[in-house]
């Protein structure tokens, strides 16, 4: 289980739970990264809570213990071919979990998501934790 791993929005909230299966998971990986994508869905859901200005304070906390990966023309790229391929086997899943995945292939990370659609995507290395 050891390894590099992309961490999808509903990982990183199972973590902030407390979820035996996702932190035990996070204890044994080698190198844990963010995809830029994900902490804007992170603190878009911490804007809309009761608790905005806590949960901001906890994902900024997340957020520095973790190296948070961009967008570029690689990842744009990347984002692409998975969506062709995806329109061409007629299996569209959300826009960001496209960039998303665009992220994990073009840095070579395992995904880490509880989302099954991210098996259509092809050469895209998954752990649900």
Do not use: C
């Given at each position: 289980?050891?390894?590099?791993?992309?961490?999808?929005?509903?990982?990183?909230i199972a973590i902030f739970a407390g979820e035996l299966p996702a932190t035990e998971a996070l204890g044994l990986a080698e190198e844990v990264?963010?995809?830029?994508?994900?902490?804007?869905?992170?603190?878009?859901?911490?804007?809309?809570?009761?608790?905005?200005?806590?949960?901001?304070?906890?994902?900024?906390?997340?957020?520095?213990?973790s190296v948070v990966l961009p967008c570029d023309a690689a990842t744009a790229y990347e984002y692409a071919v998975i969506k062709s391929q995806l329109q061409a086997k007629g299996q569209p899943i959300p826009e960001n979990d496209i960039w998303v995945a665009?992220?994990?292939?073009?840095?070579?990370?395992?995904?880490?998501?509880?989302?099954?659609?991210?098996?259509?995507?092809?050469?895209?290395?998954?752990?649900?934790?």
């Open positions: 289980m050891p390894g590099r791993y992309l961490l999808d929005t509903n990982v990183v990264f963010l995809p830029s994508i994900v902490l804007g869905e992170l603190l878009f859901g911490a804007l809309k809570s009761s608790r905005s200005a806590d949960n901001v304070s906890r994902i900024s906390d997340f957020t520095q213990a665009a992220i994990a292939r073009q840095f070579g990370l395992v995904l880490a998501s509880r989302d099954e659609h991210f098996a259509h995507i092809n050469h895209l290395q998954i752990e649900n934790w």
